[in-house]
């Protein structure tokens, strides 16, 4: 499990506020609305909305917060147009930092994140300024409490799952960024194995390693990027030691 993964298991773990829910709730509901719109409210042809939903059932999203983004993504209510951006750069210590962002205003977005970046340590940089850096993959999470290993392998490597890793109390399966992933989350819920979280993530091809205030410096600038309104993923190729992701943690 990459550093990433795992300080994103931490945080999972200690549990969000209401503000976060909320905020977790305004990311996903962005992503149905981006997956209605490009592929349709009909949930069994439209894999990414599928796949949003799920992301949605994991936190525990309403029902009728789903029903509305997806009526939101195919015209049926009103909303705002949003894009789907992408943004990199460098944190502190030469950390490698990839963004995927939903936002109704890229002029807005942007500047702010620049402003974040320079706040931390970080800049922002051009377009496959570190994409090369990352492999795109599916990325599935589940409760190591309740399941095994043995009931993981013979659910999900015979429709693509490359690898699961059991680290901090959870299974990570990773496949790779195409049908294999619709398909393990498919086989997951028919075999009603509850999903933590899921989407296609960046991982590193290489880390880097960061200690002491570079360390704290690195997941500050990726919370604080986390944070914002636009940002609906980040990806990072830190390693960092686990003593530290769990005090920054909270």
């Known amino acids: ?52 939903v799920l992301a949605a059932k994991a936190i525990n999203m309403p029902n ?58 970080g800049t922002i940089g051009a377009a496959n300024s ?17 399941t095994t290993e043995e009931t993981l392998m013979e659910v999900c490597l015979d429709v693509g799952a490359e690898d699961i890793e059991e680290a901090d109390g959870s299974f990570e399966i990773t496949t790779p960024p195409n049908n294999a992933y619709h398909a393990v989350l498919k086989a997951l819920e028919d075999a009603k194995i509850p999903i933590t979280s899921n989407n296609l993530s960046m991982v590193p091809v290489t880390t880097s390693k960061v200690t002491g205030k570079e360390a704290e410096q690195v997941l500050r600038l990726v919370e604080q990027l986390e944070d914002h309104d ?11 030691d686990e003593d530290t992701l769990r005090a920054q943690a909270g």
């Open 64 to 121: 009728a917060n789903v029903d509305r983004a997806i009526k939101r993504g195919t015209g049926e209510i009103e909303g705002l147009t949003i894009e789907e951006m992408s943004y990199e750069g460098y944190g502190p210590g030469g950390v490698a930092i990839y963004i995927e962002a939903a936002t109704d205003n890229k002029n807005r977005t942007f500047p702010e994140l620049r402003k974040i970046f320079e706040k931390c340590g």
């Open 130 to 146: 570190v994409a090369f850096l990352f492999h795109r993959k599916g990325l599935v999470t589940v409760d190591a409490a309740l």
């Open 230 to 240: 636009d940002v609906q993923h980040v990806f990072a190729n830190f390693d960092i």
């Open 1 to 52: 499990m990459s550093g990433h993964s795992r300080w994103a298991t931490i945080k999972r773990k200690k549990g969000a506020t209401d503000a976060k829910r909320g905020a977790q709730f305004t990311k996903v509901s962005k992503e149905i609305t981006l997956a209605a719109r490009l592929g349709g409210g009909d949930q069994t042809g439209n894999a990414r909305l599928r796949a949003a």
